[in-house]
């Protein structure tokens, strides 16, 4: 069975990522957009650099046009965002971009984008695997056959329009007069072109490290988290850098690395980049989040007199709602974000160059202005506890707090308790949420407190509760 998760279709390659389950995807694309009689404009693909992301993405086209539906192809890979910006810009019905994102390199997938550039929603993938199961065979016109008669157009400098836009949005004399030097770790993906193109149009100094095309990754996650981007901060230490950058395969999650070697999580980011938008640059809007993501978007916004609004996981939630109340901006702690006024998608190239800006604008260094933000309103430390779990384990889990909605008894008292995705309790300062990744076989568990002691003691209490 085909299934689309939060983050779109993943599988490991050569088990359920072939070429006939590819198509069959792609089948299920076509037979969508005849019943929603939109295949009278083109498709357009795009590819990370995994293993066989660009034959999948060829494998895709010629089941595309086979079914009617002419393709614009990329000559080199392309971050997801450029993809979403593309079928915004261009009004198209639909885009596809083949990435497994920040999973292990034994993965691959492919997200759908839809109408405007956002993440197809969950009656849409719904629907297509619904068509993926009621098809017995897929037509396929080879995929040079179909060049040679103009069903597959490639498009020349894709980049142009998505940096040019970017650019349009930042304070472009700010970084030029500031001059940063900055260290980015590609990890080997696809966000490595856009961003170089524009910190040397803004006169920043960049560096770049993992910039070959590697299929294993360095042999680690190709995920900016703490873990992964230890090197990155020992090299902008010694380098005297100002900041690190990291992003992960597909150019849609973000990692920074602070001069002094401290790494700067998606919550702080998202919290540093919505307090600059509104102090600094003087925007007016509430912020989306998730609800694994940090509540102190929510004392910020109040702040300003506005509101933090709380979506289930799923980014399409968050641009969804970030378009609903015109909020400011929207991001999950796993780190994607979007600002109002770029795509409805993650995008790590704009939200790594508006980092930079603020960094400029501001004078202040990260782990000077989060200083800031933690004594006007208080410290948030969140952790996170995943676990990968069987179908007898997820079977139990889901019936005691889903079904059966049975609790442990914490230290703390219980504010109250929120079903909307997953499970989460929510405490006078702090909550602990247990729910399965959309992308991955693992039960993810997040807490929060004003400790890190406080919040992992929220862990280990629901996890003695579930599997003691």
Known sequence: MI???????????????????????AAGIVKYAKEQNKTDKPVIIGYDRRFLSESAAKWIAEALVAGGIDVWFLNRSAPTPLIMHTVKDSELYFG??????????????????VDEGRDASQEVTGRIEQLIAETQNVETIDFDTAVAEGKILYLRNPFNKFLDDILDLLDTDALRDRGLRVLFDTMHGSGAYPLQVIFHTTRCTVDTINLNKDA????????????????LSDMVVKGNYDLGIAMDG??????????????????????????????????????????ATTHMLDKIAESFGE?????????????????????????????GLTVRGHIHGKDSVYAASL???????????????LAQLNKEFGDFVMVEDDM?????????VEKTLLEDKRLPEFADEIVKVSYKDGCKVYFEDGFVICRFSGTEPLLRIFAESTSKVRAKDYINTIKKFLFA
Request: hydrophobic share 35%; charged share 20%.
């Open 3 to 25: 299934k689309f998760g939060t983050g779109g279709w993943r599988a490991i390659i050569g088990d359920d990522f072939t070429r006939e389950n590819v198509q069959l995807v």
């Open 96 to 113: 596809v971009e083949v990435t497994a994102s920040h999973n292990p390199a034994r993965y691959n997938g492919i997200k759908v984008i």
């Open 216 to 231: 294993y990754f360095g042999g680690i996650m190709p995920a900016p988290t703490e873990q992964t981007l230890s090197p």
């Open 250 to 291: 597909d150019g849609d999650r973000l990692g920074i690395i602070d001069k002094d070697g401290t790494y700067i999580n998606a919550n702080q980011i998202l919290c540093m980049l919505y307090y600059y938008l509104v102090k600094y640059k003087g925007w007016k809007g509430g912020v989306v989040r998730n609800l």
């Open 307 to 335: 509101k933090c609004y709380e979506v289930p996981v799923g980014f399409k939630y968050i641009s969804s709602k970030l378009d609903e109340v015109d909020a400011v901006l929207g991001g999950e702690s796993s780190g």
């Open 355 to 369: 980092f930079a800006e603020m960094v400029s604008v501001t004078g202040q260094s990260p782990s000077q202005m």
């Open 388 to 396: 990968r779990f069987d179908p007898e384990m997820k079977n139990a």
